[in-house]
């Protein structure tokens, strides 16, 4: 799950090659997100995935780690 968050990010965002994203990487302090990116990123999950993120949960995802977390919960 980490693998294919991080890759949706490293091509969404244009992460820099050679660029670390762990699970405690921040999406908007590290990797430069903004809420566009982010809506952006959750649509291709939910698309993905096949299920619907909540805006409550939009507002708690402050880290990769966070996203991977709340997508096994779900």
Do not use: C, N, W
């Amino acid at each position: 799950m980490f693998e294919d968050v991080k890759a949706i990010l490293i091509e969404q965002l244009h992460v820099k090659e050679g660029t670390a994203v762990t699970p405690e990487t921040r999406i908007k302090e590290d990797l430069g997100a903004d809420s566009l990116d982010i809506l952006q990123l959750l649509m291709t999950l939910e698309e993905q995935r096949g299920i619907t993120i909540p805006d409550e949960a939009l507002a708690t995802f402050e880290t990769v780690g966070d996203i991977v977390e709340y997508l096994e919960k779900h």
